[in-house]
């Protein structure tokens, strides 16, 4: 069994592989024996000495779905509760309040359910039922559920595999701004013009910084004191 | 905002440079921050020989974030260390 592996574990890269190590004076081996014999170096490292399903997690940022069907401003449909239930022998997602109105979502819509202990997922819409009861999902749910469960679901942006000028890109608007500024910059390169090349990227770099700081709005308030110059 | 309304910014006419233009910069913001994430599991597996311990990076990495293992005392995720060179003391044998 594996335990405190934020301690005990260490990683390695090498090129475009990753090293798994761990420490072999760790909690799972004794480094002194019984008798008194030192067994290992100190932070001597071993090799992963069992088997852990889905044991390794990478994150990362990748290039994966760089165009979406629709803006991603307009991806906006939200819907949460405890009416949903789940069928999966028609594939299902069935609401007892009839809420999968037309205003709701749409055939080809991608949606995320999160909050159900079956059904947790990322799915498309394949058809919606004309009295709102429920939509019919293009992948499989693998068990029923119950109402009961609160339940959100909601629109992601549904990606264009093969974009197009009507095609969007797959980020914000002040991101989208941004990419006005890098092909301009790239204009400029193809031109020789280099001093405008520079100008543009610095544009590009500036709204993607605006971009991150908007997220980290911090505001400060200081009390004046009571002889302070007003 | 469409690719159209982006090549009419720019001035651009050519379609299908301005998408290979547009995945160019995504990647550049994907590689400066973390507008959009991935997760990539693996199994892992008891080390019987020397290179038990080596498990590929994703191949549409563009930056990679955190590696955690999962602790199965508790059943979460943890992040774990990077090494900054390879360890001096090493024993491939995993049962020393």
């Known amino acids: 069994m594996s335990k405190y592996v934020d301690r005990e574990w260490f990683y390695y890269l090498r090129g475009r592989e990753l090293l798994l190590y761990k420490l072999l004076g760790g909690s799972s081996n004794e480094r002194i024996t019984q008798s008194g014999v030192l067994k290992t170096q100190q932070n001597e490292l071993m090799y992963p000495d069992e088997d852990i399903s889905d044991g390794l997690r990478i994150e990362y940022t990748s290039l994966s779905e760089p165009f979406v069907k629709e803006a991603l401003e307009d991806t906006n449909i939200v819907m949460s509760g405890i009416t949903f239930s789940a069928i999966a022998a028609s594939n299902r997602i069935a609401d007892s309040g009839s809420g999968f109105t037309t205003s709701k979502f749409l055939a080809n819509d991608a949606i995320r359910v999160q909050g159900s202990s079956t059904f947790d997922g990322d799915y498309t819409i394949s058809s919606r039922d004309s009295s709102s009861a429920y939509i019919v999902l293009n992948e499989n749910i693998s068990a029923n559920e119950l109402v009961g469960e609160r339940i959100t679901i909601t629109q992601i942006p549904s990606e264009d595999s093969t974009p197009s000028e009507t095609s969007h890109p797959n980020l914000n608007r002040m991101l989208s701004l941004a990419l006005v500024d890098y092909l301009k910059a790239m204009e400029a390169d193809k031109i020789g013009d280099i001093q405008r090349k520079e100008y543009y990227i610095k544009e590009f770099y500036g709204k993607l910084g605006d971009n991150e700081s908007n997220k980290r709005k911090i505001s400060m308030t200081f009390p004046s004191g009571p002889f302070a110059v007003r | ?96």
Request: proline share 4%.
């Open chain 2, 1 to 96: 905002m469409t690719i159209l309304e982006i090549m009419e910014r720019t001035g651009t006419k050519e379609t299908s440079l301005a998408i290979a233009y547009i995945k160019d910069a995504i990647h550049l913001i994907q590689s400066n921050s973390k507008e959009k994430v991935k997760i990539n599991k693996q199994d892992l597996i008891k080390s019987s020989d020397s290179n038990d311990n080596v498990y590929q990076l994703p191949a549409d990495m563009i930056a990679l974030e955190y590696v955690s293992i999962k602790d199965t005392s508790d059943g979460k995720y943890k992040r774990i260390k990077r090494l900054v060179a390879p360890p001096s003391y090493l024993l491939e044998d995993t049962s020393p």
